[in-house]
């Protein structure tokens, strides 16, 4: 049956029907409204049978929402009678679970059920299992990886040393932090929303050209500075700081961290270094700390930038996009 039109009214309008659905729609949300509204109504002096034919409700349902409000208050409108169903697994079976999971942390779902039917006589599947391990307060997560040979002690000092450095700072001064990075130019599939029906694909490209780049950002101001070379090595590394001091013309002194690459270290770096009136100063992150090395991070938001679907054939377009996700990520 086909709802009436209003006077003045001549558009065909929706089934009555379809539109008498979504107002018994059984959702908390939706429930916990027609409830407030029935409330409201019967203040507004309205009789029971006059609410239920307005909320499309039977009027022994208002009467019952009504005697439940007077008797429970506010706190009756959100509750919907649901319980949930009890744990098959008893308290200290629930702990000998987590004790389990904490001591070998299983990889899968299926070993986790198969512990708990050979240990409880209980058989879960996948997806009661999930929820199961979340109450419990455990996560499906990957191990972090830590190098291998971390020193506590040299990073405490050289943290130390980094905020004293800050703090006696003058206003003639800046600090930034320098590394290099080899990005590779070459089509990466990537997960991605698209009509159910298409196909997504992408073309390969022809090879995996890379790029070295050295490049350095100070913190304080966000600003980035970057060179793309051939090699990264010793000349490099003199050309990126020459760089930088163009980029200080007023500063008196310029302190740049850098990891422990080889290169860094060289002598034709020392001796560049040495020259009468050199205003850059070398400081070096402790061996295996890139955690240290904000820059490291600068080049992670680069590669998520930087969307991998499209294919740029063009290697300086490749290039140019590099460098703007590169300054958008130092701001």
Same mark, same amino acid.
């Given at each position: 049956?086909?709802?009436?039109?209003?006077?003045?009214?001549?558009?065909?309008?929706? $089934?009555?029907?379809?539109?008498?659905?979504?107002?018994?729609?059984?959702?908390?949300? #939706?429930?916990?409204?027609?409830?407030?509204?029935?409330?409201?109504?019967?203040?507004?002096?309205?009789?029971?049978?006059?609410?239920?034919?307005?909320?499309? *409700?039977?009027?022994?349902?208002?009467?019952?929402?009504?005697? %439940?409000?007077? /008797?429970?208050?506010?706190?009756?409108?959100?509750?919907?009678?649901?319980?949930? $169903?009890?744990?098959? %697994? #008893?308290?200290?079976?629930?702990?000998?679970?987590?004790?389990?999971?904490?001591?070998?942390?299983?990889?899968? #779902?299926? $070993?986790?059920?198969?512990?708990?039917?050979?240990?409880?006589?209980?058989?879960?599947?996948?997806?009661?299992?999930?929820?199961? *391990?979340?109450?419990?307060?455990?996560?499906?997560? &990957?191990?972090?990886?830590?190098?291998?040979?971390?020193?506590?002690?040299?990073?405490?000092?050289?943290?130390?040393?980094? =905020?004293?450095?800050?703090?006696?700072?003058?206003?003639? /001064?800046?600090? %930034?932090?320098?590394?290099?990075?080899?990005?590779?130019?070459?089509?990466?599939?990537?997960?991605?929303?698209?009509? &159910?029906?298409?196909?997504?694909?992408? =073309?390969? #490209?022809?090879?995996?050209?890379?790029?070295?780049?050295?490049?350095?950002?100070?913190?304080?101001?966000?600003?980035?500075?970057?060179?793309?070379?051939?090699?990264?090595?010793?000349?490099?590394?003199?050309?990126?700081?020459?760089?930088?001091?163009?980029?200080?013309?007023? &500063?008196?002194?310029?302190?740049?961290?850098?990891?422990?690459? $080889?290169?860094?270290?060289?002598?034709?770096?020392? =001796?560049?270094?040495?020259?009468?009136?050199?205003?850059?100063?070398?400081?070096?992150?402790?061996?295996?700390?890139?955690?240290?090395?904000?820059? =490291?991070?600068?080049?992670?938001?680069?590669?998520? /930038?930087?969307?991998?679907?499209?294919?740029?054939?063009?290697?300086?377009?490749?290039?140019?996009?590099?460098?703007?996700?590169?300054?958008?990520?130092?701001?």
């Amino acid at each position: 049956m086909a709802v009436a039109s209003p006077r003045g009214c001549s558009a065909a309008g929706p $089934r009555r029907e379809d539109l008498i659905a979504p107002v018994r729609d059984g959702k908390a949300e #939706t429930r916990l409204t027609r409830r407030a509204n029935a409330l409201l109504l019967l203040d507004d002096g309205m009789s029971c049978v006059a609410v239920a034919k307005v909320l499309y *409700l039977d009027d022994d349902t208002i009467r019952y929402w009504y005697q %439940l409000y007077g /008797e429970q208050g506010l706190n009756w409108l959100a509750d919907f009678g649901y319980k949930g $169903r009890a744990c098959e %697994l #008893t308290a200290t079976q629930q702990d000998a679970l987590k004790m389990w999971v904490a001591a070998t942390l299983p990889r899968t #779902t299926a $070993r986790v059920g198969e512990w708990i039917e050979r240990h409880c006589g209980v058989s879960y599947t996948r997806s009661a299992l999930v929820k199961l *391990l979340a109450r419990l307060d455990l996560e499906y997560r &990957k191990p972090t990886m830590l190098p291998r040979k971390l020193d506590p002690v040299k990073q405490r000092a050289f943290i130390a040393e980094y =905020e004293n450095l800050l703090n006696s700072l003058g206003d003639d /001064e800046a600090v %930034l932090f320098a590394d290099a990075v080899h990005p590779t130019h070459e089509a990466r599939p990537a997960g991605c929303w698209a009509p &159910k029906d298409a196909k997504v694909a992408i =073309e390969q #490209t022809s090879g995996r050209q890379r790029l070295n780049i050295h490049g350095a950002i100070d913190l304080e101001s966000g600003a980035t500075r970057m060179i793309d070379v051939a090699t990264v090595d010793a000349l490099s590394t003199i050309a990126l700081l020459m760089a930088i001091v163009l980029m200080y013309p007023g &500063k008196r002194l310029i302190h740049v961290f850098l990891d422990n690459a $080889r290169y860094h270290h060289a002598r034709l770096v020392q =001796e560049w270094l040495a020259r009468p009136g050199c205003r850059i100063r070398l400081h070096f992150i402790p061996s295996y700390c890139p955690h240290l090395d904000p820059i =490291e991070r600068l080049w992670g938001v680069d590669a998520q /930038e930087r969307h991998p679907q499209p294919v740029l054939r063009d290697l300086q377009r490749f290039l140019l996009l590099l460098r703007v996700s590169v300054e958008i990520g130092g701001q």
